[in-house]
């Protein structure tokens, strides 16, 4: 944990990176945590907390590795206190440092001093079950379907703060701040809104980029990266401008199926189903490759479909 770059990749297993290897992107040296840990094949999602523990979300529950072991979490039907189902979508530490774990049956919150979760419930005593999080100044925000949720820092209530209905059935699978005000939302298989927390007023974006969208980034210059299935992916200004369009036909693009995407020192990192990872310098339109080279090189990245890029908090 205290390398001097940790960036974690999520395949079928997880990745540390530190700067000992030459590649073609980089310099960097895959540490792989696999099977024989205990680690379920399919990785879904990942975190590391402020005590510097790696946290693991799969479809078979969750992990959390400290550099040497690598400790599960299942749901036990007879424990109130165990995460909610093993399907694990999304986890965020927040600014007070609560750990959340986002699962098919419900929101849970580690709670390190008992080494269990605390399950919120909503006003009929029903599990929350949310999709996408994101945080704000004052309290972290939930997308669920057609509705938002938001933690309260300063007196720890989890309550509905909106509804919207301008299209049914819109699970929220993907939740960035527009504004201090308004929410981009992003359905898997409804395309983008935009959400006035203040009014509760739903709209489309200014740009249309169709309804099956696999991801959806807001860099630190406010740009919109948009990545629509087998589509490549589009940047945007807020107003709707295009700034960019980059697929296997006009750029370095090494696939147009886009899974996942990162931010890290103002490059735009792509993790893609089957090219590796892709590593765009935005303002040159330049793209260099982390991939796996089977048979030629063994320190070449162990796999090509990347589900989840994460840049943690040393960079």
């Given at each position: 944990?205290?390398?001097?770059?940790?960036?974690?990749?999520?395949?079928?297993?997880?990745?540390?990176?530190?700067?000992?290897?030459?590649?073609?992107?980089?310099?960097?040296?895959?540490?792989?945590?696999?099977?024989?840990?205990?680690?379920?094949?399919?990785?879904?999602?990942?975190?590391?907390?402020?005590?510097?523990?790696?946290?693991?979300?799969?479809?078979?529950?969750?992990?959390?590795?400290?550099?040497?072991?690598?400790?599960?979490?299942?749901?036990?039907?007879?424990?109130?206190?165990?995460?909610?189902?093993?399907?694990?979508?999304?986890?965020?530490?927040?600014?007070?440092?609560?750990?959340?774990?986002?699962?098919?049956?419900?929101?849970?919150?580690?709670?390190?001093?008992?080494?269990?979760?605390?399950?919120?419930?909503?006003?009929?005593?029903?599990?929350?079950?949310?999709?996408?999080?994101?945080?704000?100044?004052?309290?972290?925000?939930?997308?669920?379907?057609?509705?938002?949720?938001?933690?309260?820092?300063?007196?720890?209530?989890?309550?509905?703060?909106?509804?919207?209905?301008?299209?049914?059935?819109?699970?929220?699978?993907?939740?960035?701040?527009?504004d201090e005000h308004t929410l981009l939302c992003c359905s898997r298989w409804q395309g983008l809104l935009l959400l006035d927390l203040k009014t509760g007023k739903c709209s489309r974006p200014p740009f249309d980029c169709g309804k099956e969208i696999m991801n959806v980034l807001i860099d630190s210059?406010?740009?919109?990266?948009?990545?629509?299935?087998?589509?490549?992916?589009?940047?945007?200004?807020?107003?709707?401008?295009?700034?960019?369009?980059?697929?296997?036909?006009?750029?370095?693009?090494?696939?147009?199926?886009?899974?996942?995407?990162?931010?890290?020192?103002?490059?735009?990192?792509?993790?893609?189903?089957?090219?590796?990872?892709?590593?765009?310098?935005?303002?040159?339109?330049?793209?260099?490759?982390?991939?796996?080279?089977?048979?030629?090189?063994?320190?070449?990245?162990?796999?090509?479909?990347?589900?989840?890029?994460?840049?943690?908090?040393?960079?």
């Open positions: 944990m205290k390398k001097r770059i940790l960036i974690l990749l999520c395949t079928a297993f997880i990745i540390q990176l530190a700067g000992i290897l030459p590649l073609q992107a980089g310099h960097y040296y895959y540490k792989q945590i696999s099977l024989k840990d205990g680690l379920p094949s399919t990785v879904r999602c990942i975190l590391t907390d402020e005590q510097g523990f790696v946290w693991i979300g799969t479809r078979s529950g969750l992990g959390r590795y400290d550099g040497h072991e690598l400790k599960k979490y299942v749901h036990q039907a007879d424990n109130p206190h165990s995460i909610p189902h093993n399907l694990i979508y999304q986890m965020i530490e927040d600014e007070q440092n609560n750990i959340w774990i986002l699962t098919d049956k419900g929101v849970a919150r580690y709670q390190r001093q008992s080494d269990d979760f605390f399950i919120p419930v909503n006003e009929t005593g029903n599990n929350i079950i949310v999709y996408s999080v994101c945080l704000t100044k004052g309290g972290v925000l939930f997308g669920s379907k057609n509705k938002i949720f938001f933690y309260n820092y300063q007196d720890a209530s989890f309550r509905l703060l909106q509804s919207f209905d301008l299209v049914s059935n819109y699970n929220v699978t993907l939740l960035s701040l527009w210059q406010k740009r919109i990266w948009v990545a629509p299935y087998n589509g490549g992916l589009n940047c945007l200004t807020r107003d709707g401008k295009l700034l960019g369009t980059y697929t296997t036909r006009n750029s370095s693009l090494s696939n147009n199926v886009v899974l996942s995407l990162a931010e890290r020192e103002g490059q735009i990192w792509i993790g893609t189903d089957g090219g590796g990872i892709n590593i765009l310098d935005p303002e040159t339109g330049q793209f260099s490759l982390l991939e796996h080279i089977p048979g030629r090189d063994n320190y070449s990245l162990p796999a090509n479909s990347i589900l989840c890029l994460y840049n943690d908090r040393n960079n």
